[in-house]
């Protein structure tokens, strides 16, 4: 059975190839757990699977709204269509796999199909090192000849344009084959020279896009981004060692910076960014599994309100609040007035009757609405007011570890 977890993997493409002292630094380090994030996609992936070939499937109704894009635009393209392929990759020593969403063959035309559930960070079809590995291992198979391909990147949920496409001819693709090659060879010389205890002949090198999933910046093990963090804050540290000796650190006030060194600043910021958000994903998920990481605790997110009903029929009842003062139409012009609107129109009718009926409006307003949260908890400081919460605790009696870690479904 072929290896799942190829350390050249096409998704980790953009990673190895810019900087390949990466898989060498990622080697020993212990999985991580999924995130809720990886388990999502994973699931919307499994929906699409099932839908493309007619299989029954369910899954939250944002969830299957997202994936009905990808679905339509896949059956729509019409050809041979394969779903969930593994591939064998053609670079390295042959052993590298990975496994294409979907793959549509016309003659003399292959699509290559990404599907992208997440919503933070968009992904762009052109020179996506991804797409190219998939459509390097199909070519691979010489099953067709293709001239043209068509790498598409479907990811409904970012607020851009859902689906962005990049074609090119088979000379261009194949023209990738030598640059996967000469990462995995640095990649090769970085891994022996580890091994033998000597220093990577090759150096690390920071970047938004390779160090955003990198293992090592998720589990705070780079050294080449933290000297860029010691870098930013521009500080001897010479002897520091422990987080309480970080804290009196002033950073330079902006209006201080030379120019130059502001840019400095400005190109590191969105790697150290990202790397923060990563440390902070990563604590929250040891967090919910119950470790606990001083000076820190867990939250429920503060609940968002939405209307609760229909436009016209929550505008009339806004409307009746007031005896008809404020006409309905005040409250549903092109759409209903948003929550904020509406409590401050109807306070500013009912300022006269005093604190009686500032209570009876705020009484009427949650009985329109609904309070609720993205349900994925939030970690703060311990001196946030907000009471802590433990799914250990708060899950007694359920393997909390097993649903967070996606280890107790057998297809994950
Ligand atoms: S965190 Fe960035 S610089 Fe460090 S090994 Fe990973 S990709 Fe390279």
């Known amino acids: 059975m072929a290896n799942e977890h190829s350390l050249y993997a096409p998704s980790s493409a953009s990673r190895w190839t810019a900087c390949p002292g990466s898989v060498a630094l990622s080697m020993g380090l212990p999985p991580r757990p999924p995130s809720i994030y990886a388990q999502e996609g994973t699931q919307a992936h499994r929906v699409l699977e099932h839908a493309l070939k007619g299989e029954l499937y369910t899954g939250p109704d944002e969830m299957l709204e997202a994936v009905n894009v990808a679905y339509e635009y896949i059956k729509n393209l019409g050809g041979s269509q394969s779903y969930e392929r593994r591939l064998r990759m053609p670079y390295g020593d042959g052993e590298q796999w990975g496994t294409v969403d979907t ?43 293709e001239e043209k391909i068509t790498i598409t990147i479907i990811q409904p949920r970012t607020g851009e344009h859902p689906i962005k496409s990049w074609t090119i001819h088979i000379d261009e693709l194949l023209s990738y084959l030598p640059f996967f090659n000469d990462a995995i060879v640095k990649a090769e010389e970085c891994i022996a020279a580890v091994a033998l205890g000597l220093e990577m002949p090759h150096p690390l090198n920071p970047g938004k ?23 930013a804050a521009q500080a001897d540290l010479s002897g ?12 330079p006030e902006p209006t201080d910076l030379p ?74 012009r092109w759409s209903l007035v948003s929550i904020t609107d509406a409590t401050a129109l109807l306070r500013r009718w009912g300022k006269p ?18 309070r609720s949260s993205t349900g994925l908890l939030q970690m703060v400081p311990l001196s946030d007011a907000r009471p802590s919460v433990s799914p250990a605790v708060d899950f007694k009696g359920v393997d909390v570890t097993s649903i967070l870690d996606g280890s107790g479904d057998s297809n994950a």
């Open 240 to 251: 520091v060692v422990t987080i309480d000796e970080l804290r009196p650190i002033h950073l």
């Open 103 to 145: 793959t549509a063959h016309k003659p003399g035309h292959l699509h290559v199909i990404d599907y992208k559930h997440g919503a933070g960070v968009p992904v762009h079809a052109i020179e996506n090192l991804q797409g190219i590995c998939y459509a390097l291992g199909v070519l691979a198979e010489r099953v067709f000849v």
């Open 209 to 231: 896009e390779q160090c955003r999933w990198c293992p090592a910046a998720e589990t705070g093990t780079c050294p080449a981004l933290r000297d860029l963090a010691l870098t």
């Open 353 to 370: 009757g005093g604190e009686e009926t500032r209570t009876a409006i705020t009484e009427a307003m949650a009985f329109l609405t609904l």
């Open 259 to 332: 120019v130059d060194k502001m840019a400095e600043v400005l190109a590191i910021a969105p790697i150290l960014n990202q790397w923060f958000s990563d440390v902070e994903n990563y604590a929250v998920t040891l967090m919910r599994k119950g470790s606990e990481i001083p000076g820190q605790k867990l939250v429920q997110p503060m609940a968002k309100r939405r209307w609760h009903g229909k436009d016209d029929l929550l505008a009339t009842r806004l409307s009746e609040i007031t005896g008809g003062a404020i006409p309905r139409d005040t409250f549903l």
